[in-house]
């Protein structure tokens, strides 16, 4: 059964780090790559990036030079980090599983981060 | 990037209703065009991928068209559970991009 599950602090103060685990079961992180989305309260979702089954990663241009993302696939986990955040930061942020296309063919339950002092 | 402009921004329907959702984008990306379904409070779920293909347990009366740069969403029969905002999203050209949602209403 496949599942993606996300933890990390769900408050954060400007300009400090946000750092995210994406725990996968039912699948290898060695044959599926794993994307983060977020998504703003209200608003609609917005593509962050991709590590790659290889482990090579893509980011979108808007947060690239802000976010890193790796797995240890021992230990079947994705993390994402990004630096420097600030209030337009705060959303809900999902991993999903990509599949061919790529389509995201399972998503997480989303874990909602705030920034504010 | 691709531009995905999705409308209307919010339809109002009757259940029962045979409705259809567009997804216009702004340079082609062939088949690679997938659709969400997102309901209040939850993760969204995939709906239907390249354009038309259908998804394991999705209900029969969602069903997508299109190529290039125009796509629909349609659903034969609408129900009360299906009230959601719906997305696209494109997987033809890094960065991936999704569609502004188009959120179905009770009429």
């Known amino acids: 059964q496949v599942q993606l599950k996300e933890s990390g602090p769900g408050l954060v103060q400007p300009s400090q780090t946000l750092s995210l685990t994406c725990t996968v079961a039912?699948?290898?992180?060695?044959?599926?790559?794993v994307h983060w989305v977020r998504q703003p309260p209200g608003k609609g979702l917005e593509w962050m990036g991709v590590i790659w089954n290889t482990g090579g990663t893509r980011y979108n241009s808007a947060l690239k030079s802000r976010l890193s993302i790796s797995k240890d696939t021992s230990k079947s986990q994705v993390f994402l980090k990004m630096n420097s955040l600030q209030t337009e930061d705060t959303a809900t942020y999902y991993c999903?599983?990509?599949?061919?296309?790529?389509?995201?063919?399972?998503w997480g339950q989303g874990v909602m981060v705030t920034v504010s002092s | 990037d691709v531009v995905l402009t999705q409308s209307p921004a919010t339809l109002s329907v009757t259940p029962g209703e045979r409705i259809s959702l567009s997804c216009r984008a702004s340079e082609s990306v062939d088949t690679y065009l997938h659709w969400y379904q997102q309901k209040p409070n939850e993760s969204p779920r995939l709906l239907i991928k390249?354009?038309?293909q259908s998804i394991s347990g999705i209900p029969s009366r969602f069903s997508g068209s299109g190529s290039g740069t125009d796509f629909t969403l349609s659903i034969n029969g609408v129900e009360l559970e299906d009230l959601s905002i719906y997305y696209c999203?494109?997987?033809?050209?890094?960065?991936?991009?999704f569609g502004s949602g188009t959120k179905l209403e009770i009429k």
């Open positions: 390249y354009a038309s």
């Open positions: 039912g699948f290898s992180l060695t044959s599926y790559n």
């Open positions: 999203q494109q997987g033809n050209s890094l960065p991936f991009t």
């Open positions: 999903a599983r990509g599949d061919l296309g790529p389509h995201f063919d399972y």
